[in-house]
C-alpha cells in the first residue's frame, strides 16, 4: 500500500468515525420538553428518504437537499447512483426508522457497477435526518 492510498483510507476512517459520533450525539439530544425522544413519522421518513435518494440519481449535492440532513459517505466521495430500491417498509425504532436499501452505483473507470445493500436510518423530529447506518451490512 502506497502512501497516498495509506492517506485515502485514513481519511475515510475519519470520516466514519465522525460521522458515527455524530449520528450518536443526535440521538441522544432529548426531545422538546420531556426528555424522551419523539416517535418516527414512518411515511415522512420513507418520503424523505426516497427524496434523498432521488436527489443523488439526479446528481445533486447531499447539502443541496433542503430541509434534510443527510449524511452518507458514497454520496459525498462523488459516487454516482444510477438506481435504488426500497426493501419493505423499515422497522421503526424509537425516533429512527430503520429501512434497508439496494444501491446500484456507477462504475468508476475500468470497473463494473456495483450493487449493495445497505440501512439508513431516518429520523422525523425534531427535524428529518438520513443517515447511512454503518453499524449494519
Not at 483510507?9 to 450518536?24: D, P
Not at 440532513?69 to 429512527?96: P, V
Request: net charge positive; charged share 25%.
Amino acid at each position: 500500500m502506497n502512501d497516498a492510498t495509506r492517506r485515502v483510507a485514513g481519511s475515510a476512517a475519519i470520516r466514519a468515525a465522525a460521522g458515527l459520533c455524530l449520528a450518536a450525539l443526535i440521538a441522544a439530544l432529548p426531545g422538546c420538553s420531556t426528555g424522551e425522544a419523539h416517535a418516527v413519522d414512518t411515511s415522512k421518513a420513507r418520503e424523505a428518504l426516497a427524496s434523498s435518494l432521488d436527489a443523488w440519481k439526479r446528481g445533486e449535492d447531499s447539502r443541496s437537499v433542503s430541509s434534510i440532513t443527510i449524511q452518507d459517505f458514497d454520496w459525498e466521495r462523488g459516487a454516482k447512483l444510477e438506481g435504488y430500491e426500497i426493501l419493505g417498509d423499515g422497522q421503526a425504532k424509537g425516533a429512527n426508522l430503520s429501512i434497508q436499501v439496494k444501491l446500484r452505483l456507477a462504475a468508476a473507470a475500468g470497473k463494473k457497477a456495483t450493487e449493495k445493500s445497505v440501512y439508513y436510518l431516518v429520523g422525523t423530529s425534531p427535524s428529518v435526518t438520513v443517515f447511512r447506518d454503518t453499524l449494519r451490512r
